[in-house]
């Protein structure tokens, strides 16, 4: 099975920050990796698939790289609507998926 | 717009059944892949399964084998997701979402609200 591993698992920042979450995996997924934002009480948000490809109608503040067994998701200004926990997700061992544990991103 | 819209809250006692629906509308159910997705209080995301409604083919998380039954009605539109004996750390919010192929490349799209199953004597 493949694992997720995000880092850090929390963290605290101010708005206008420039905000870094990774998620690793335990073997090579390609560019299978999405990312997902959550805020308390509601459902998963889709932000970028394909490792790198932004969903329609996401600020383009958010952005995503990497390949193979590192990702990193990125925020270039943080927002106070971006105060939220984000998950990765590996699509690479189809008809299976698995979720990181999640970062929870808190206002400093 | 696709919109998936789960069935309401249940309290279950311990050792028996749940049964969940998500209901779709726009877009074509029966092109649809549908995931089920939970989330114990205060913990991350969970992976369970999924439906293939025009094929009727279902795969499942290695953890819930054998315990969980995900079907497809097409003449509703609406997906069901039965989990059995049912313990304390099946309490959690069960949701159901989209799962959308671009050219090769998989993720959940569109989400239900959520549904609150908790189980307890």
């Known amino acids: 099975d493949i694992q997720l591993t995000q880092s850090p698992s929390f963290l605290s920042a101010s708005v206008g920050d420039r905000v870094t979450i990774t998620c690793r995996a335990s073997q090579g997924i390609s560019s299978y990796l999405a990312w997902y934002q959550q805020k308390p009480g509601k459902a998963p948000k889709l932000l970028i698939y394909?490792?790198?490809t932004l969903q329609s109608g996401v600020p383009s503040r958010f952005s995503g790289s990497g390949s193979g067994t590192e990702f990193t998701l990125t925020i270039s200004s943080l927002q106070p609507e971006d105060f939220a926990t984000y998950y990765c997700q590996q699509l690479n061992s189809y008809p299976l998926f698995t979720f990181g544990p999640g970062t929870k991103v808190d206002i400093k | 717009q696709v919109q998936l819209v789960q069935s309401g809250a249940e309290v279950k006692k311990p050792g028996s059944s749940v049964k969940v629906s998500c209901k779709a509308s726009?877009?074509?159910?029966?092109?649809?892949?549908i995931s089920w997705v939970r989330q114990a209080p205060g913990q991350g995301l969970e992976w369970m399964g999924r439906?293939?409604?025009?094929?009727?083919?279902?795969n499942y998380a290695q953890k819930f084998q054998g315990r969980v039954t995900i079907t497809a009605d097409k003449s509703t539109s609406t997906a069901y997701m039965e989990l059995s004996s049912l313990r304390s750390e099946d309490t959690a919010v069960y949701y159901c979402?989209?799962?959308?192929?671009?050219?090769?490349?998989?993720?959940?799209?569109?989400w239900g609200q959520g549904t609150l199953v908790t189980v307890s004597s």
């Open positions: 394909a490792a790198s």
């Open positions: 439906i293939i409604p025009i094929l009727g083919i279902a």
């Open positions: 979402a989209r799962e959308v192929d671009s050219s090769g490349y998989y993720s959940l799209d569109y």
């Open positions: 726009g877009g074509t159910f029966s092109s649809y892949t």
